[in-house]
């Protein structure tokens, strides 16, 4: 079989390898290293480190300790030899593949300096694919009507964790507890409003505060206040809540329910202000790094914006 040597950065030489199906050389030998979850680190090594004037194949790294040697780098020198082959040196930068559970271990008995981590990763190709099959037969399954969505994508889940495509461990570093409490905390105030008769007060403030202002204004207002509570209930409970409010201001008017109505089902679904409102918010909290108040800078234009668009709209579909 042939051998090629290539020059780049991790996530190229990963993307190359990837695009023409090549494999890294021995990969195919059994190793530690190849067994289990697999990370990468960046490393450099110091005039003290046991590694310098040594090459990688005499220290047998694969064999002693699991760990895999992918790539050099010498101020920018080429290196044309095999990997295991170089003699390393004082100031090289190392890519090593190892245990998860015992690489800084092994980096710290080779008395290398671990770089800062840059979010480097193995794609493992058998893993992925399967990965991307399950995940495509849950949203069949869930379109097809065979499954309810969140029971599909928590066998996924579970599916990954059980086939080792994603490790317990990653699952658990992944959870954003915070956001779960935030939940969690939130819950019992939408309880707490309709079991104290909040919101029929806020059905009578609302009839009383609009009384005798012109209909496009009150439903505008129907829709602000089906926004403001849609942030902090789910949408669902917000139209349960707006709508019996929705048809009284009709009845009272004497004019069509249905531009009401559609004014509470469109505002219910627009919950901008907060990362609890709905849970598209929630999944980006974390990933994105927003914190609570950063949802209503560009939430507020956004809910503006819909209320101007809506309100034509509906007068014009549903007149009164």
């Keep these: 079989e042939d051998r090629i040597v290539v020059e780049g950065g991790p996530d190229g030489i990963e993307a190359f390898a990837g695009t023409v199906a090549l494999s890294y050389a021995d990969s195919d030998r059994p190793s530690k290293a190849l067994s289990g979850t697999t990370v990468m680190r960046e490393v450099a090594v110091p005039q003290t480190s046991r590694m310098v004037g040594r090459t990688e194949g005499a220290m047998r790294l694969r064999y002693r300790r699991g760990v895999i040697l992918l790539g050099i780098s010498r101020n920018g020198v080429r290196l044309r030899e095999r990997l295991r082959e170089v003699e390393i040196q004082a100031g090289d930068l190392l890519l090593l593949l190892g245990p998860e559970e015992t690489l800084d ?80 905390a939130m819950i019992p105030i939408s309880v707490a409003l309709e079991a104290s008769g909040g919101t029929q007060l806020l059905a009578d403030l609302f009839v009383r505060g609009t009384d005798g202002w012109p209909v496009m204004l009150i439903l505008a207002a129907l829709m602000l206040v089906t926004m403001t509570l849609s942030d902090v209930l789910n949408n669902v409970a917000t139209a349960l809540i707006a709508a019996p409010i929705a048809l009284d201001v009709a009845e009272r008017l004497q004019v069509s329910p249905d531009p009401f109505l559609m004014a509470v089902a469109v505002a219910a ?11 598209n918010n929630t999944l980006i909290m974390g990933p994105g790094g927003y914190g609570f108040g950063d949802y209503w800078r560009m939430g507020l234009p956004l809910e503006i914006l819909v209320v101007a668009t809506a309100i034509p709209m509906i007068l014009l579909v549903w007149p009164l």
């Design 105 to 184: 271990d092994i980096i710290e008995w080779l008395g290398c300096l671990p770089l800062a981590p840059r979010g480097l990763d193995v794609i493992q190709r058998e893993k992925a694919r399967r990965a991307i099959l399950i995940f495509a037969g849950a949203i069949v399954l869930a379109s097809l009507e065979l499954i309810y969505l969140p029971m599909a994508l928590a066998c996924v889940a579970v599916l990954y964790i059980v086939l080792d495509i994603v490790p317990l461990s990653q699952v658990y570093e992944s959870i954003e507890w915070p956001v779960v409490v935030l939940l969690g």
């Design 269 to 279: 679904s627009c919950a901008f202000l907060t990362p609890i409102g709905h849970k």
